[in-house]
């Protein structure tokens, strides 16, 4: 175990490094210059102030020592300002963490909550018309997109019948069922890509599970088929099934942007849209990094909890 | 392909579905200016947020466009971005799985470290921030869309590479003394191509929700391009006085995907099928 943790921790921290680069890169490339784009909204260049201000923000060093100055920066917590409010990138990015969370975590239950039994149903009437409408229904979940279904949502839940607010966001700990209210609709519609995936890797995992000796042995016991199912086939299925979700963190944050716009929420996706058109470059620097970390993150932990729980895995 | 796999193909009425969804829609975009009656660009300044109607079947928008030549017209865009994008993420993609695959070592871990950095950044975001970087036209798109669909690619191709470099047919050959271009196109590649082609045709539709996720939000295709997140974004905000603009321009884009999905689906089972016979 150790060897393998240490191994897969050192290619995260490599992985982590490239993904800061591609970051910097990225930001370095973008059209427009950075002290123009700051100066701009003040009114016309004056060349002094324009040198005096590329030479604060570091605009004048070789690329190399900028990337030095950045991620030393970012590693002592040091995000910078904001290009566009002026304000501590760090907390900012902590405001806006809550809704994407909030939002990211209702999203991956509500898949759960629909994909197991789909999945389950699949697994145990496969080759029927069961297991035919549950992969229509897995694929559909992939090709719905999330940001159209939640504006149907609104039209149908908020426009016409009146049963939800239309958008919104109140902290969970504000108003809890207001929150919760305001999330479910957005929810939803991000949960449709994570449950698509996860039905299918739950069916396919039950088909296996299905076949091994001890749900012969279970049967064989006379205990009820239910009972095989969700007590003995179930519990070692799920292990893989977790994996998918964990390792769909990217899809759910990828969705999160546009969903976030759709129900006016307050999110990191929404912050990283907004810091594209108010070229607000420093910010979308940092979202960026954050987004790719939490993303290796759950990979990491996925990876972690399933060498843990699966004996069967060693690496060397 | 045999008579008997077309039959076995056209077995199931999914497969149908899919075939009708996709063709379907290479029809429209391919056919568009013949089918249309209305110019998309056109705008009736008399005929402004109409509800479908016999005139128009779809409804006009907010400028008393033509909806439904507009849906029509946006499946170009839609088929173009999603096929140049996962046409370029296969090409890069599979040349470098090829290579890190067959080469292993030291070129093997850095080709998949740089994957799996680009892997890290959730799709739409690592999209935004190429088109930020290069400026939004319909090749920025494609780039952005290719390079963020690429690692998928070469993972796989990597993965299939690995188990098929130990075969005995592999072996034979390199101990015939062939070349390693050789034995990687003649001997390799073929095995590779199914599962490659079937991931690709799922990803076609894959790209076409991201091309519709950035003109949604302003970032892709530009207005008064007739792209399906474009027509999206103009209906969101008519959203209580004019809803089908939304409704139909999100279900054109819902069935051309899900088509793409089950046809994906379909070509997988094909392959496993082959395999099992021979």
Known sequence: MSRYLWRRLLTALVVLFLVSVITFLIVFVLPGDTAAAVLGEDG????????????????????????????????????????????????????????????????????????????????????????????????????????????????????????????????????????????????VALATALFGVTIRQVRTSVLEVLGEDYIITARSKGITERRVIYRHALRNALLPVVTVIGLQMGHTLAGAATVEVVFSLPGLGRLAVDSIFFRDFTM???????????????????????ARLDPRIRYD | MSGYMVRDFLSSPLRILALVLVAGALFLAIFADVITTYSPYSQDYDAVLEPPSSAHWLGTDHLGRDLLSRIIHGSRIAIVVGIAAVGFAVTVGSLLGLAAGYSRGILDEAIMRLVDAILAFPSVLLALGIMAALGPSLTTIIIAIAIGDMPVFARLTRSQVLSVRERDFVVAAQAMGARVPRIIFSHVWPHVTGPILAMATLHVGLAMLTEAGLSFLGLGVQPPTASWGAILRGGFGYIEVAPWISFFAGLAIFLTVLGLSLMGDAIRDLRDLRTAIS
């Open chain 1, 44 to 187: 016309g260049l004056d060349p002094e102030a324009y040198e005096a201000l590329r030479e604060r923000l570091g605009l004048n060093k070789p690329l190399a020592v900028r990337y030095f100055d950045w991620i030393s920066g970012v590693l002592t917590g040091d995000l910078g300002v904001s290009l566009r409010t002026k304000e501590e990138i760090g907390p900012a990015l902590l405001r806006r963490a809550g809704p994407t969370f909030q939002l990211a975590f209702m999203a991956m239950l509500i898949a759960i909550i629909i994909a197991v039994p789909v999945g389950v149903a699949a697994a145990v009437h496969h080759n029927t018309w069961v297991d035919a409408a549950s992969t229509v229904f897995a694929l559909g979940g992939i090709a719905i997109p999330g940001f159209w279904l939640g504006i149907m949502l609104i039209l149908v839940f908020a426009v016409w019948l009146r049963w939800l607010p239309p958008s919104g966001y109140v902290p969970l700990w504000e108003d809890p069922v207001q929150s919760i209210r305001l999330m479910l609709m957005p929810a």
């Open chain 1, 284 to 306: 979308l620097q940092a979202v960026m990094l954050l987004f790719a970390t939490i993303v290796l993150t759950a990979n990491l932990v996925t990876d972690l909890i399933y």
